[in-house]
């Protein structure tokens, strides 16, 4: 019996080992790296969301359902997973990439097994063929996901049991949205509620509507009255509109009842659209034909005739007496033409006289008008003239100390008209009232004129200003109100003379511009701003045919800056990055230094030098480096406890078929390693040298620090 006790022991102490082993272990882990772009060539910033399902790893680890969220920053993912192509049940992450405020796209993730960090093709490609398939679309974003949607949605109406389609929609008792019961035809309230249009029945009665009618009347410029179909009521509902330019009442026109009269300045001209909407009487007022004292019809009937008589006006009636006939008792003679003047006025008696003004010449109104007889303008019909044949050039003048229109001859050619201070006389031209340093110009007009605002000599400084009066140098070039520029064009016969040529006091060429546009001086001199370089090279994506030693320019097609020397062009070496790095103290890799290439940069024929010093700081533990060209590892090293420091010395030589990449390291035992690694990374589409560093273990203090990097880009020149 103790042997079966002690047996049962032991039994059950190795069994705990066992799970005590298995729960500490825990399962391996894969490391995925890579940099994301999207499709311009920048690169992706956002998150990842990693999902899976339950499984188990080949050791029969049971990985609970879960998620992870993976920052991406300038394109660079990393994330360690348990693998899943090796599980005992079917295993695969799913990823969706969340940026710019939603889902762009997802995709499934089949991880491999894997002691080295592995790509995002790698587990795409394992995805594909265990799954079927790899990128997905964008996934659907749940309304939980939106932050604030779901208040937003809960402080919108929601349809209401009543709600229906075409038919007006009124907010119901619980505030949702119902459909407005009744016939097609009738009219909906305020409330909500309908009832038949225009009816008593429904307790609403309304006024017409008139909208786009256009008045009748000729449209000529001349005619002023224009009519309506219908009375505006109230008047001052008329909306009258000339072209679309809306027209004030009282102020273009007046309304009477349904006419309008158009006032000066706004009678419409042929071609012109007149378009007016007004409202008319409500639906109730009568609109037949009026009967009794009253005829016509409504809404606009008149006093029937014979209905109102002379008693039925008093004698301080407001009625003009236009209105009235002559032979009515309240109409006055005192203005009526007499007997002879009617005759006259109708052509068949009457006698012109003084007090018959209709006929008679004492009317200021008649004139005494005749046709003139024919006279010479010089004749003696003029009194204040003296008589002359008219000949071509003549003018007249007032001569002679008793003035009269007298004719002066032209002039010789080459004379001006000018005055004696007595009389006009021709005499020799002379210019005078000029302002001091003005100088003459004919105008536009033909005629000679001055401007010392816009053209000015300063005769004691020996100074021109051109388009302004400032005169402060030699020449002043300046337009105050336009836009000032200088042309120097070169002449038919122009060869190899400069175009300019600035001398000093000797006459000796200080600097000159050739024919050619080709600037020549001993020095430039320039005063560089914050805004912009002092020196600015647009370059050619050619180099140009002509060179000779001592030229230098700028090839934009390979981004690079050339001279000539020897006989023979050479390329510019260009630092790219060169910086210090930063620290890691986890175990954990993270990218301590990054250098970006950008996408068109690099050609092929390229080198690029890479520069890496890296050292442990704190208490000594081992620790690792690791630098990389793209998704390619171009060397990864693993240092001891007395390994304080490690110098990478790399390059990438960059060929049509990809890169070709080799790395010496050694650390401050002077042990040296090489590699020597080919990349496909597409590196015409930009890409980053990435290095990352971390410990094996965690120590007070400890951590792994890139000191420097340095990357150098020799660009390709053929001699």
């Not at 298995?22 to 998150?47: E, H, M, S, W």
């Not at 410029?221 to 509109?241: D, H, I, M």
Request: net charge neutral; hydrophobic share 40%.
């Amino acid at each position: 019996m103790r042997g079966w006790k002690l047996w049962t022991c032991v039994f059950h102490f190795m069994l705990f080992g066992l799970i005590a082993e298995r729960v500490i272990a825990g399962p391996p882990l894969t490391t995925i790296q890579d940099v994301i772009y999207k499709a311009d060539g920048t690169r992706f910033n956002g998150v990842a969301y990693i999902e899976w399902k339950s499984f188990e790893t080949p050791n029969q680890v049971p990985i609970g359902t879960q998620s992870l969220t993976v920052a991406i920053v300038d394109g660079n993912l990393r994330v360690r997973l348990v693998p899943t192509t090796n599980s005992s049940t079917t295993g695969y992450y799913h990823v969706r990439y969340h940026s710019d405020g939603r889902i762009q796209f997802s995709e499934m993730w089949a991880v491999p097994p894997s002691t080295t960090a592995i790509n995002l093709s790698t587990v795409r490609s394992a995805a594909t063929q265990q799954t079927g398939g790899g990128i997905l679309a964008p996934a659907a974003v749940s309304i939980g996901e939106v932050t604030g949607l779901t208040e937003e949605l809960a402080a919108r109406p929601v349809r209401g049991a009543g709600y229906a389609s075409n038919r007006t929609i009124r907010s119901g008792v619980a505030g949702a949205l119902e459909a407005v019961t009744g016939n097609l035809t009738d009219c909906v309230r305020v409330d909500g509620t309908s009832a038949p249009c225009g009816t008593e029945s429904g307790g609403y009665t309304g006024p017409g509507f008139v909208d786009g009618e256009t008045p009748s009347g000729a449209i000529n410029g001349s005619n002023t009255v224009f009519g309506l179909s219908s009375q505006p009521s109230p008047a001052l509902s008329l909306e009258l509109y000339r072209n679309g330019i809306y027209l004030t009442q009282g102020v273009d026109y007046n309304l009477s009842a349904n006419s309008i009269t158009m006032l000066s300045g706004a009678v419409p001209s042929t071609g012109d659209v007149l378009t007016a909407r007004y409202r008319t009487a409500a639906a109730s007022n009568p609109t037949s034909a009026a009967g009794g004292a009253l005829t016509g019809n409504y809404p606009n009937p008149q006093i029937a005739a014979g209905v109102i008589s002379n008693v039925n006006i008093a004698g301080v009636a407001g009625i003009v007496e236009s209105k009235l006939a002559l032979n009515f008792p309240t109409h006055t003679s005192a203005n009526d033409p007499t007997a002879a003047e009617k005759a006259a006025l109708s052509g068949t008696a009457g006698a012109p006289s003084a007090t018959n003004k209709y006929v008679t010449t004492s009317d200021g109104r008649l004139t005494d008008a005749r046709t003139p007889l024919a006279h010479s303008l010089l004749g003696a019909q003029h009194s204040d003239t003296s008589a002359g044949t008219v000949a071509r050039g003549d003018l007249i003048v007032g001569q002679g100390a008793s003035a009269s229109w007298t004719k002066l001859a032209l002039g010789s050619a080459g004379r001006c008209l000018t005055s004696n201070g007595v009389d006009a006389i021709w005499n020799t031209c002379l210019f005078t009232g000029f302002q001091p340093g003005a100088i003459p110009f004919v105008n536009a007009s033909g005629s000679l004129s001055e401007n010392i605002f816009q053209l000015r000599w300063d005769g004691s400084n020996r100074r021109l200003s051109v388009g302004s009066s400032l005169a402060d140098m030699t020449l002043n070039v300046q337009d105050q109100t336009g836009t000032t520029g200088l042309l120097v064009r070169a002449g038919a016969q122009q060869g190899n003379s400069p175009l300019t040529r600035w001398q000093d006091p000797s006459g000796v060429d200080l600097a000159t511009i050739q024919p050619d546009g080709a600037w020549v001086g001993t020095a430039v001199q320039v005063s560089p701003s914050v805004a912009r370089a002092p020196w600015r090279d647009a370059g050619l994506a050619v180099d140009p045919t002509s060179r000779v030693d001592g030229d230098s320019w700028y090839n934009s097609a390979s981004k690079t800056r050339k001279t000539h020397q020897a006989g023979q062009s050479h390329t510019t070496s260009q630092v790219i990055c060169s910086e210090e790095g930063s620290a890691n103290s986890t175990t954990t890799a993270q990218v301590l230094a990054s250098c970006a290439l950008p996408a068109g940069f690099l050609q092929a024929g390229d080198r690029i030098e890479i520069a890496v010093d890296a050292e442990q700081t704190g208490t000594f533990v081992p620790w690792n480096l690791r630098v990389q060209w793209g998704s390619t590892q171009m060397m990864q090293r693993a240092m001891g406890i007395g390994d304080v420091s490690l110098a990478v010395r790399g390059q990438a030589s960059l060929h049509s078929g990809g890169t070709t990449l080799t790395a010496q390291h050694h650390n401050a035992n002077g042990a040296m390693l090489a590699t020597i690694v080919p990349a496909s990374d597409p590196f015409q589409a930009g890409l980053s040298v990435l290095v990352s560093g971390w410990l094996n273990s965690t120590a007070a203090g400890s951590g792994v620090v890139v000191r420097s990097i340095t990357i150098i880009r020799h660009p390709v020149q053929i001699n």
